[in-house]
């Protein structure tokens, strides 16, 4: 079936870096999103790609759509400690990558 | 705007034992999926259904079964539980994709607090 590679699987990084992650799959999907899990809570939706190439931002955070159709990254810029947390990708329909937990210290 | 709402929060049942989990979906919003999560995992997708009928199904037994009602609600049934279907059980609604021209006719997914399963 269709699978998820996400990396790094964690980060332990100081308040102020930039953190970078990214899925790939050997298979296409016509759409990438990602997710933010915190503790106890359903995985809440950051960015939603629905082209090839696609670049979206929101807010710290930025999102590439890759032009295989095949990939996709996040970057969060300046961390602060509130993006601790698991960032999950996923493509449609729907497939989770295993997640990356990001410990940001203060 | 309420967002996705899901019942109950918290469920504690034996082997063997039946559940019906059930899942209001964002208002405008006809499409919900079903998904496992196990601790240290990313969401198993079980079942997605679209104006009522089953559009995709995960690879899970034929213990688990859904049904979505005209109102758009869904309900997601386990039956003869087993202690490995400890988990949490989240529903997500979906509008439909901007991107209608490539067949796909849903959207991103948009995820409820999830029900927490325990089997004892």
């Known amino acids: 079936g269709q699978q998820l590679n996400q990396s790094p699987q964690s980060m332990f990084i100081q308040e102020g870096e930039d953190v970078s992650m990214n899925c790939t799959s050997s298979?296409?999907?016509?759409?990438w999103l990602w997710y933010k899990q915190e503790p106890g809570e359903g995985p809440v939706l950051l960015i939603a790609?629905?082209?090839?190439?696609e670049l979206t931002s929101n807010g710290r955070l930025t999102a590439q759509f890759g032009i295989t159709r095949k990939d996709s990254f996040l970057n969060i810029s300046a961390s602060i400690p509130s993006d601790v947390g698991i960032y999950f990708c996923?493509?449609?329909?729907?497939?989770f990558g295993a997640g990356t937990r990001l410990t940001v210290k203060p | 705007d309420a967002g996705v709402t899901q019942s109950p929060t918290h469920l504690i049942k034996t082997r063997g034992q039946q559940v019906t989990l059930r899942c209001s979906p964002i208002?405008?919003?006809?499409?919900v999926s079903w998904y496992q999560q196990v601790l240290g995992q990313g969401p198993q997708f079980i079942f997605q259904?679209?104006?009522?009928?089953?559009?995709g199904r995960g690879n899970f037994p034929d213990r688990f079964s859904a049904r979505q009602f005209p109102n758009y609600s869904s309900e997601l049934n386990v039956n003869a539980l087993l202690l490995g279907d400890s988990a949490l059980y989240l529903c997500?609604?979906?509008?439909?994709?901007?991107?209608?021209?490539?067949?796909?006719?849903?959207?991103?997914?948009?995820f409820g607090p999830g029900t927490r399963l325990t089997v004892l």
């Open positions: 790609l629905y082209k090839a190439g």
């Open positions: 997500a609604s979906s509008p439909p994709s901007p991107t209608f021209n490539r067949g796909q006719d849903v959207g991103a997914q948009y």
């Open positions: 208002s405008g919003h006809k499409s």
């Open positions: 996923a493509g449609l329909p729907m497939r």
């Open positions: 259904y679209y104006e009522k009928e089953e559009r």
């Open positions: 298979s296409i999907f016509n759409t």
